[in-house]
């Protein structure tokens, strides 16, 4: 079971980046995925995730209005469209798996992903 991320960069505010995360190893239908991120002295925090049955998507309030998330079964990949980014969005963003159906309450908590990828780095410039 493997997770890669890619697509992260250097962008000014008000910009756009879109991530990837591509999957392997595993039915990729049945598994939610999620990204998180971490600031540099931050705890890493939820940011946007899919769940596997329904691909409901779910956004960390800070974010909504801006990231999209959609994933495409077919291709094995999630990707995550960033648009108006902030400073304060700089951060490495991680992608994740769980197994299973996960209720909409739980969808966020980190300890649900048993699988996480190295992390891709955004820098929002002011």
């Known amino acids: 079971v493997q997770v890669v991320e890619s697509g992260g960069g250097l962008v000014q505010t008000g910009g756009s980046l879109r991530l990837s995360c591509a999957a392997s190893?595993?039915?990729?239908?049945?598994?939610?995925i999620g990204w998180f991120r971490q600031a540099p002295g931050k705890e890493r925090e939820s940011v946007s995730h899919i769940s596997s049955s329904r691909n409901s998507p779910y956004h960390a309030d800070s974010v909504k209005g801006r990231f999209t998330i959609s994933r495409d079964n077919a291709k094995n990949t999630v990707s995550l469209q960033m648009n108006s980014l902030k400073p304060e969005d700089t951060a490495n963003y991680y992608c994740?798996?769980?197994?299973?159906?996960?209720?909409?309450?739980?969808?966020?908590?980190?300890?649900?992903?048993?699988?996480w990828g190295q992390g891709t780095q955004v820098t929002v410039s002011s």
């Open positions: 190893g595993f039915t990729f239908d049945y598994w939610a």
């Open positions: 994740a798996a769980a197994y299973g159906f996960i209720h909409a309450s739980n969808i966020r908590q980190q300890q649900k992903y048993a699988n």
